[in-house]
C-alpha cells in the first residue's frame, strides 16, 4: 500500500470515529435531555395555595396560620365568581332572562371546571378521595386547567368524509349578555391572585409518601424499595459471585466439566430477564417457599440470578489479570494458597471486582421484568428492615410502568412519572459514575 | 474476606430473623378493573390502621385466580366469577373460595373522541370483532379501517365481554391485544380509528364511549341493568375471613359508607344506595 493511500484511510478511520461520538453523544442528548428537563419539573416548580393546603393536611408542613391567611385572601377573590354565578342560577330558575332552559347545562360544565381548577368550595362537604379534595396543586397544570375553563373542547364532525377536528369554543360565548359574561376576562386580569403561584423546591418527592395512589407526595416507598431489592441482590450476589470466580480462575481444572460450566454462565448472561422473573416464580416462591408470596427475598434472589454472570465475568478477567509474579512471589515465601488468594490476589484484583459489582447494583436497581411476579406490588406501605423477608414492596422499575400504563388519571400525574424516570436514571448513572471514580482510585493506591 | 464474611452473616441473621417477625400483612392480586378501587380501598384502611400493610398487585383476574389457590395471597381481585375448573383447583388444594361483590361495572364501548360515531348495538359490536364490520363506514362514520382493540385472554374483561357480546364466538384474527385497562384507553387515545372496551371507572374526557343499543353506561343504567354489558366485581377470600381480621374488616369495607362513597367516587356503581 502506498503511503498516502495509507494516510487517507488512516484520516477517514480518525474522522468516522471521531462521527460516531459524537452521534453517540446526541443520541445521549435527545433520549436523556427531556428526561432530566421534565423530570426535574417534579423537584422545582411553581406550586398553587392548593398545593400549600394539600401539603399542610397530608404532611403536617408549612405555617398553619400563614395558609390560612393565603386561603382567606384567594376565596375572597373567588368568592366574586362563584357568587356571580350563583346569582345568576337564580336568575335562570326564577326565568328572568330568554332562553333560561339552555342555562342549567352550561352552568353545570362551567362548574365542573371550576371545581377542577380551584377545588370544591369550604362550604361544600369535603369529598372522600384527597385527589377530589384539592384544586390544581401546579401552576403548570393550573393554566392547562384554567384554558379548559375558558375554552371548551368541542368536536367539529361537519365533514362526514373524514374523522372529526378538535375546536375550542370560548365560554364566554355562550353566556353573552348575561352576568356571567364578566368573570371571564377577571379571572384572566387575576389567575395569579385566585392561584398564588410560588417557586417551590419539592426535595420531599424523594422521601415523601405516596397520596391516594401517587396524585400527591412523593417517591418514597418506591426508593426505598429499590434500594432494599438492590442491597439483597447484592448481600446473595457478591459472595456467591466471588467465590465462582477465583474457583474458576484458580482452581478449576480446564476439562469439559469447567468448559461446561464456562458456557452455563455464558449462557446465562444472555437469557432474557422475563425468563428469570418466571423461573423465580416457579422456583423461589412456589418451589423454594422462601416467602408465602411475593417478596423482597424472592425478588432479591431472582435479580441475584440476573447480575451472577456479570459478577463472575469481571471477578474473573480481574484476577486473571493480576500478574503472575505476584502469586509466585507469595508462594514461595511460603504462605498458602488461601491465603496467596485473599491477601494477595484479591486486593491487587479489587478494582476490576468493585466495577462488576457496581455496575450489575445499576442493572438490579433497573430491571422490571424479574420482579413483576417475585417482588413488585403497586400499592403498598414502606417496609421495615424484616418485612423485607415476606412482603412484597413498591420499586421504581415497576412502579414506572404501572404509573403510564394502568393508573387510572395517566395524563394528570405525568410529573410523578417523569420523576420517578428521573430519579431511576439519575441512581443508575451515579452507581456508574461511583464505579469508575472507585476504580480509578483503588488502582491508584494499589500503585502507591 | 471480613468483608464478605459479614455479607454473609448478615444474611443467614437475617433468614432467621424472618420466624420472628410477621407483621400484619393483607395481600391482594387480580383484575386490573378491581384495581382502582382495592388501591384506594388500600389507602384509606392503612390511613386508619397504620400497622397493616396492604398491598395490591394487578396482574389480571385469571391471575388473582391463581394467586389464591395457590396460597400466594389473601384476596383475589376478580372482575369476573370463578370458573368452574378454578372452583375444582382450589378445593383439591383445600381452598374455599368466598365471593364478596364490592361493586358494579359496565363495560364501556370506547373510541376517539374525534370520531363522529356516537352509538352501536350489541349485534354491531360482535360484527367488528368478527370480522364481519370493518370500516366506519358503516356504522354512519367515515370511510376508515376500524382498528380493534381488546383485553387480553387473562382477564376478566375479556371474558365477559366474550360470554355478553361475542357469545362464545372466536374474535378474529388481527385484533390487538393489551394487557390492562389503561392500555386499552391509552390505545383508544392515540388511535383516531380505534375501538376498545373498558371498565366505567376508566372512562375520562380523552375517550368516547358509545351507546350501546341506545344506553349509555352510567351509575343508573348499570345499576337498574338497562345497559346490556354489566357486571359484579368481586373480591374473593379463602373461606368467609375470621371475625375481628384486619382480613374481616378490609373485606367487608365496602359496605361502609366511606367505602361506597369511594366507589362512587373513582367512577364505579356502588352496590347500596348508603
Known amino acids: 500500500m502506498k503511503a498516502h493511500t495509507r494516510k487517507i484511510l488512516d484520516k477517514s478511520f480518525t474522522g468516522m470515529g471521531f462521527m460516531s461520538v459524537i452521534l453517540l453523544t446526541l443520541s445521549l442528548v435527545i433520549v436523556l435531555g427531556p428526561i432530566f428537563v421534565r423530570g426535574i419539573q417534579a423537584f422545582l416548580f411553581f406550586d398553587t395555595v392548593e398545593y400549600r393546603r394539600m401539603q399542610l393536611d ?7 396560620e400563614e395558609v390560612k391567611a393565603e386561603l382567606d385572601e384567594v376565596w375572597a377573590e373567588r368568592r366574586f365568581i362563584y357568587d356571580t354565578i350563583a346569582a345568576f342560577e337564580e336568575q335562570v330558575e326564577n326565568e328572568e332572562i330568554e332562553n333560561s ?59 362526514p368524509s373524514a374523522m372529526g377536528s378538535k375546536v375550542l369554543v370560548p365560554r364566554i360565548d355562550s353566556f353573552r349578555g348575561t352576568t356571567v ?26 422521601t415523601d409518601k405516596s397520596h391516594d395512589i401517587h ?23 457478591i459472595p456467591i459471585g466471588v467465590i465462582a470466580a477465583i474457583y474458576l480462575a484458580e482452581f478449576a481444572k480446564e476439562g469439559k466439566i469447567v468448559s461446561l460450566l464456562r458456557t452455563a454462565i455464558s449462557t446465562l448472561a444472555g437469557v432474557p430477564s422475563i425468563v428469570f422473573g418466571l423461573f423465580g416464580l416457579a422456583f423461589f416462591i412456589n418451589t423454594m417457599e422462601v416467602s408465602q408470596s411475593k417478596s423482597v427475598l424472592a425478588g432479591s434472589l431472582t435479580l441475584t440470578l440476573l447480575v451472577l454472570p456479570t459478577i463472575i465475568r469481571a471477578a474473573e478477567e480481574a484476577i486473571l489479570a ?127 | 474476606m471480613r468483608f464478605f464474611l459479614t455479607c454473609v452473616l448478615t444474611a443467614l441473621t437475617l433468614m432467621s430473623m424472618s420466624v420472628v417477625m410477621a407483621a400484619d400483612k393483607i395481600v391482594l392480586d387480580g383484575s386490573t378493573t378491581v384495581g382502582p378501587i382495592a388501591k384506594a380501598f388500600a389507602e384509606a384502611y392503612m390511613k386508619e390502621n397504620p400497622d397493616v400493610n396492604i398491598s395490591v398487585s394487578e396482574s389480571g383476574s385469571g391471575n388473582g385466580a391463581k394467586s389464591l389457590i395457590n396460597g400466594a395471597c389473601h384476596i383475589a381481585d376478580m372482575s369476573r366469577f370463578m ?107 392515540s388511535t383516531p380509528a380505534g375501538i376498545g372496551y373498558v371498565g366505567i371507572g376508566f372512562l375520562d374526557k380523552s375517550v368516547k364511549a358509545l351507546t350501546v343499543g341506545g344506553v349509555y353506561p352510567t351509575k343508573k343504567s348499570i345499576s337498574s341493568g338497562k345497559y346490556p354489558i354489566a357486571r359484579p366485581l368481586f373480591m374473593f377470600t379463602n373461606g368467609y375471613p375470621k371475625m375481628g381480621t384486619h382480613l374481616f374488616t378490609f373485606v367487608n369495607y365496602y359496605l361502609s359508607p366511606k367505602g361506597q362513597e369511594i366507589v362512587e367516587a373513582i367512577g364505579f356503581v356502588p352496590i347500596t344506595e348508603y
Open chain 1, 58 to 64: 397530608l404532611f403536617d408542613r408549612g405555617d398553619p
Open chain 1, 101 to 159: 332552559w339552555e342555562y342549567p347545562e352550561k352552568i353545570d360544565s362551567l362548574n365542573d371546571s371550576l371545581k377542577a381548577l380551584f377545588g370544591p368550595r369550604p362550604d361544600e362537604p369535603e369529598p372522600v378521595l384527597p385527589r377530589d379534595r384539592y384544586g390544581e396543586t401546579r401552576w403548570d397544570r393550573a393554566q392547562q386547567t384554567f384554558k379548559l375553563v375558558m375554552y371548551k373542547e368541542q368536536w367539529d364532525y361537519s365533514d
Open chain 1, 215 to 237: 396524585f400527591f407526595g412523593g417517591i418514597g416507598a418506591e426508593v426505598l424499595g429499590t434500594f432494599y431489592l438492590v442491597i439483597g441482590t447484592m448481600l446473595f450476589a
Open chain 1, 181 to 206: 359574561e364578566q368573570i371571564f376576562p377577571y379571572m384572566e386580569e387575576n389567575l395569579e391572585k385566585l392561584m398564588l403561584p410560588e417557586f417551590t423546591f419539592y426535595w420531599q418527592f424523594l
Open chain 2, 83 to 189: 370458573k368452574d375448573k378454578e372452583f375444582a383447583a382450589a378445593v383439591e388444594k383445600g381452598i374455599m373460595p368466598v365471593a364478596h361483590c364490592v361493586a358494579l361495572d359496565g363495560i364501556a364501548m370506547i373510541v376517539h373522541p374525534s370520531n363522529p360515531v356516537k352509538a352501536i348495538t350489541m349485534a354491531q359490536i360482535k360484527d367488528i370483532y368478527t370480522g364481519k364490520i370493518t370500516n366506519w363506514k358503516d356504522l354512519g362514520g367515515p370511510d376508515v379501517k376500524i382498528v380493534m382493540i381488546s383485553r387480553d385472554t387473562n382477564s376478566g374483561t375479556y371474558e365477559t365481554f366474550e360470554g355478553l357480546v361475542m357469545k362464545k364466538e372466536k374474535i378474529v384474527e388481527g385484533c390487538e391485544y393489551v394487557g390492562s385497562n389503561g392500555a386499552v384507553r391509552g390505545r383508544v387515545q
Open chain 1, 322 to 448: 493480576v500478574p503472575k509474579a505476584y502469586k509466585e512471589a507469595s508462594l514461595s515465601l511460603g504462605a498458602s494458597k488461601l491465603y496467596t488468594i485473599l491477601k494477595v490476589i484479591l486486593p491487587a484484583a479489587m478494582p476490576g471486582i468493585l466495577t462488576g459489582i457496581v455496575i450489575s447494583m445499576g442493572r438490579a436497581a433497573g430491571e422490571t421484568a424479574p420482579i413483576i411476579f417475585t417482588a413488585a406490588v403497586s400499592v403498598g406501605q414502606p417496609l421495615g428492615l424484616f418485612e423485607t423477608l415476606n412482603q412484597p414492596t413498591m420499586a421504581l422499575p415497576w412502579n414506572i410502568y404501572n404509573l403510564v400504563t394502568e393508573h387510572e388519571a395517566v395524563d394528570q400525574i405525568r410529573h410523578v412519572q417523569f420523576g420517578m424516570v428521573f430519579t431511576l436514571v439519575l441512581l443508575v448513572v451515579v452507581l456508574n459514575f461511583a464505579a469508575i471514580v472507585l476504580r480509578a482510585r483503588i488502582s491508584k493506591k494499589l500503585r502507591g
